[in-house]
Every structure is written in structure tokens, then in C-alpha cells.
């Protein structure tokens, strides 16, 4: 069962003390307190957990503090969409709106290399109006003996670029909790120039502390990856453990699946579940074509396959695109072969766009003959 508080709800009045008075002498039933921080309100939800097949809806809204509630079924309590259309979805982060009505590209670097290359990068972006990015500092590679990024290292050079071309949003992978706390040095070092969103790869969607560590904190939202082997459903509730921690920013990223099948990609493209997630969950669908993809190549009329699945998925109506650029893929240390170059940049985004409108052209199809 899930309690709505009243709006801005002050957590030192009379009526909220009398709430939770009421609950904790509920016989067999817990509660776990969310602040989701909106754009013109602070809401309080409270999830109660364990017996509370027993309690009744009347009974529960008579509490002073509390404005609704619903009945929440046992899949995705948190993230999930419960047939109560009116709850707030997605959040803001650093003066960007994310919602399953957004859409943003993060392109960038898959593996930070130089500050050369980042700030090449990252200039392109700006000179495009982007305002978002990938970098990637932990690499968590197939073979041990390959590049694993630079680390803290390089977190300095690539938050001060970012805030000198004013790009607010970095991507960036983590794979160790202790990763977090080597993000917030750098911020605190370069003066918070930028923001960043925890990305939890594909080999981590299971990794049940790190997701517990980024559930934890609240400062960064999370972008978390499908498991490239495991079922969507699984995926899902991977994200809502991080988000029953309490950080409940989280995006979903499709990033295609291992199998033979896929073969000559990458992974086979699974963008045909970007609508799935989009009715099974409140999160907004992020797609990243390129670890789907895998590759360079054209079809005849000269489209890239990476731009091609891109385009799958944005007019199925992802809020996210997730894309390796590189300015120079001869000199990428990881992923060069796929990366779109800063000369792919301007017909990219001008393809994003037109899918992004014929999205949204589609969806009134159907809106109009409701
Ligand atoms: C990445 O985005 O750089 C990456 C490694 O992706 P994935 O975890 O999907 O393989
Ligand atoms: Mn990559």
C-alpha cells in the first residue's frame, strides 16, 4: 500500500507525528518514507510493506497527513505505474527535466582518453546545443588486460570542461561504491561545474551492493543499464531495488541482448521493449544503439546501422539516446569502431529530431481517435 502526503508536508507537525504514530502500531506492517523532490513541491510517500492485505483504504486516508492512497501490487512498487495516473514521474537534475515526455541525447565518449579529445568533444556538443553528455572513467572490460579508464584521474579535466562548454548532464558508468565518493572530490575540487548520472553497466544490473550504494545516495540520479542475459523483468527489478533504497532517479537504459542471434551486431536490438517499460514502469527509457550495434557500417543508402537502431527507438518514443562519438576513433582506446564522428554530429541529431517529431506526430494518431 502506498500513502500520497499532503504536498510540502513539515515533517515536525502535529500531523505527521500522528501519522506515523498510527502505523508504527500497525501489527506486522512496516514503512519506508520517500521525499521526491518535484519542481514546485516536496512529496512525502510512504510505503507500507507486509501484512497490509488486512488494512482499508478508508481507514489509512482518514490519517491527517495523508492526501491518498493506493493499492500497489507486489511488481515494481516503487517505479511502477499502479494505475494512478496523477503521481509525479521523473525528476530534475541540474536544470534538466527527465520524464518519460523528455528527450535528450548523450553522446560522448565511451572511454575518457585526453583532455584533448574531451574538450573536442564536448565543444562540438555545445556548438550543437547540447546540453548533456557520455564520458566513461571506469571501464569495466571483458579481458583484464584492456584499457580500464582513467579513473579519478581524469574526473578534474573532464568536470571542468564540462562546465566551461556549460554542459550540465555527464553519463558516467561506475562500478565500485567507493567510485561515488571519488566523484564528489572532484566536484568538490573543481566547484561543482557540472552533474553527473550514475550509469550501472550491463555487467552490474545484478551487482546487488553497488546498486544498494547508488540507492543510498541522492545527490546523482542513476542510469541503469538492461542485463545484456537476464529477463527484462529481472532488469526491472534491479532498478527498483536501487530506487527502494531511496533514490528512485533512475533511468532505464535498452542496450540490446547477448546471443548468437545478433550476430553480425553486436547484441540483438531489443528497442521493441521500449514501450513495454514505458507502461510497466514510471522511469524514463533511455536506448544506447551503439553496445546494441557494435559496428560502423552503412546500408546502401548510406545510413548507419548504429544510427538506424538509434532511430528504432526514438520513434518508438525513448526518452534518452545513449551514443559513442569519438573525435579521432582511430585514437579511442576502447569502442573506436563504433563511434560517429564529430562530422556524423549535425545529420545525427537533425535524424533524432525527425524521429523524435514522428514520435510524437504518431502518438497523436492514436490520441485523436481516443
Ligand atoms: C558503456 O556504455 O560504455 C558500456 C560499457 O555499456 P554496457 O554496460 O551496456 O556494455
Ligand atoms: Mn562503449
Redesign the pocket.
Known sequence: MLLILHPDTDKSAEDYRLTLEHLECLKGVSYRVHDIQGKQQKLTEIYLLGDTKKLTTEEISALPAVERVIRISEEYRILGRHQDEKRTTGFEYNGVHFDQSSFHVFAGL??VDNPKNVEEMIRVLKEHGQQCT?M?AY??RTSPYTFQGHGKNCLPYVFELAGKYDIKVIAM?ITHESHIDEINEAMEKTGNPTGVML?I????TQNFELLKAIGRQKRYPALL?RG?GITLNESLNAAEYLASEGNANVVF?L?GMKTEAGSPHRNLVDFAHVPVVKRLTRMPVCV?P??SVGNHDKDPGGVLDVVHAAAQGVISGANMV?I?FHPHPAEAF??GPQALTMNDLPRFLEDMTLCRETYLKRQNIYQSGK
Request: glycine letters at 8%.
Open positions: 565511451c572511454a557520455r566513461g571501464k569495466p558508468e550509469q553497466g550491463t555487467r552490474n543499464k545484456f537504459c542496450r544506447d551503439s553496445h545513449l559513442d576502447v569502442d
